[in-house]
């Protein structure tokens, strides 16, 4: 079926990444795709078959499914298929086949590896590998949008200064936005309250616009921190609105740009370490969302932003400790406080429970339980009161099944590899991701070097573990899209924790398993995988690729709530994406799809 030049022309232009091609770039493209009509129910390409370029749909449809024969992507028109093999060794690593009569146009691999090489837009849109990020964030250079406080205090004209004074009051600010219909008309400071009212001798009564600053001075959330420093010390102020256009949509102080400076992990953890009761530990970790929205603003890197976060309940949970053993006394024997889960493998975010457990010396004995019962309560409870919420399926060294001696343990883990039922795979699964926090490492060390070897050697447990790692599945619809959330408060929304990231720890967890590793941290897992040789390079980049988009994906996601004042979840619309990012995020998706699939086909060497 051919397709004129005019035509070709205007379907490139409305469809990514070709709409951002200069017009000359375009028109020099257009004679080198070649268009390809294929009859229903027939093969594109298949599997480790040369490519003849990069196929875009012009009509119809195409299902592409991996080397285990799984369907991974229906595709349908202005969706593309075969840049992971072109941009490779040229040999197809799915295959494709038509589920419609369809129009391909299709651009021969010279062409488009020579596109990618010259055009930005295009190389950015097909890599799925993450840009470098800036190390720190700087206040000089940071966009005011991460800067700011979204829920400003405002009144309406009519508004008494008395009135005025009494919200400024309870909501503990220093200044009042005077808004009409959103409409920013002015504010008002307290020393504008103080000097012109109290000074001036002016009544109560009077209306808040006879004492606010009328149009005064603002910055859009565009400009940088930088422009508010400037403009706070020309014109010797301490409050800058923000505004789009005439609305206002949030403010910046004085101590927002202190706070920013001092804002690290660092500084909580040091406040922490120092703090003389719960209570004021809880209000140091209140500011976990801020450091959140600090870090992401910052550029870093999604592992190194969970690690400082996780930091923070590291040092939370050993303050916590030593408080409990100064009012308890000296420990009856050595014990080891151990985080699992998220705290465990050094990924926690702006959203976390805890998941923990205690292990005894084999000198315990029940007499001293006591001690050791008083000591879990309170430091579970510590860290509930610091937004470290009581694990719902009381994982917690509270619960007298995850308080035992170390010979306990061991029979634990032994029961658990002989026995692979669904709960022993479910525990184990979240045993493997132990770490030390506080108390004797050495009750951990050698508890963790047998079992991994047990489990590695014990073929039948190692299969159920395979198993319990593809229970969690990808978000993925069958077209073009996402499975998304059918009803209830999420409806609409993809649940970038259970869907996202945990099918991707998952896998980690069997990797490490099956080569032995120590480490808990997911990334690290996969890292190591690769550099054993659990993991073909290539499958295993593409997974890290994948990890690395899905992970930060989250944790931006959390810190625009956040910044919104909201508090963070795991429940992302798609919609709220742009185009641009949805296709990235699907193709994620789609990769861990694949190596699931290879995985439970027994091929982890998936390439």
Known sequence: MPIDKDALRRFLTSVHPYDALAPEVLEELLPAFRPQSIAADQPVYELDAPLEGLYLIHSGGVAVRDRNDVQISALGPRNSFGERGLTRDGRAVTSARTTEDSLLLV???????????????????????????????????????????????????????????????????????????????????????????????????TPVTRVMTAAPVTLPPSAIGSDVLHMMMERRIGHVPIT???????????????????????????????????????????????????LVAGGNRHEVTTRLITDIADTATRRL?????????????????????????????????????LILSDDFTED?????????????????????????????????????PLATWRGYFRNWIN??????????????????????????????????????????????????????????????????????????????????????????????????????????RLEAAVAAGVLSQSGGQDLIDAYDLIAETRLEHQARQAKAGEAPDNYLAPSSLSDFERSHLRNAFVVVKSLQSALGHGKGMLG
């Open 107 to 205: 651009l021969p691999r010279p062409d488009f590896l020579r596109l990618v090489e010259t055009q930005p837009a295009v190389a950015k849109f097909f890599d799925r590998g993450r840009a470098a990020k800036p190390r720190r964030a700087d206040l000089a250079t940071s966009r005011v949008e991460t800067l700011m406080a979204t829920r400003t205090l405002t009144c309406p004209p009519e508004t008494t200064v008395r009135e005025a004074a009494r919200m400024m009051d309870e909501r503990h600010v220093s200044s009042i936005c005077i808004t009409e219909d959103g409409m920013l008309r002015g504010i008002a400071t307290v020393r504008d309250l103080s000097g012109k009212v109290v000074g001036g001798g002016l009544p109560l009564d």
């Open 244 to 294: 789009e256009g005439p609305r206002l949509v949030g403010m910046v102080t004085q101590t927002d740009l202190t706070r920013f400076q001092a804002m690290t992990s660092a500084e909580l953890v040091s406040e922490i370490a120092q703090a003389g009761d719960v209570q004021a530990m809880a209000r140091v970790t209140a500011r976990i969302p801020q450091l959140l929205v600090q």
């Open 321 to 357: 400790l030593t408080l409990a053993e100064a009012r308890l006394g000296r420990p009856p024997v050595p014990y080891l406080w151990a985080a699992c889960g998220s705290q465990g493998r050094q990924e926690q975010t702006g959203v976390s429970d805890q998941d923990n457990v």
């Open 368 to 404: 001293m339980r006591p001690y050791f019962t008083a000591l879990a309560q309170e430091v579970t409870t510590g860290l509930d009161a610091c937004g470290y919420v009581f694990c719902p399926g009381e994982m917690m060294a509270s619960a007298p099944r995850w308080c035992q």
């Open 419 to 524: 026995r692979p039922n669904p709960e022993a795979q479910m525990l184990a699964s979240v045993m493997f991701d132990l770490r030390a926090i506080g108390g004797d490492p050495a009750l951990l060390d050698a508890l963790q070097h047998d079992t991994l070897r047990e489990a590695s050697k014990n073929s039948i447990f190692v299969a159920h573990m395979v198993s319990n790692s593809l229970k969690h599945t990808p978000p993925l619809g069958l077209l073009r899209g996402f499975a998304t959330i059918r009803s209830g408060e999420y409806k609409n929304r993809i649940d970038l924790k259970h869907s996202g990231v945990v099918p991707v720890v998952d896998l980690g967890r069997v990797y490490a398993l099956q080569g032995r590793l120590a480490m808990a941290n997911t990334r690290a």
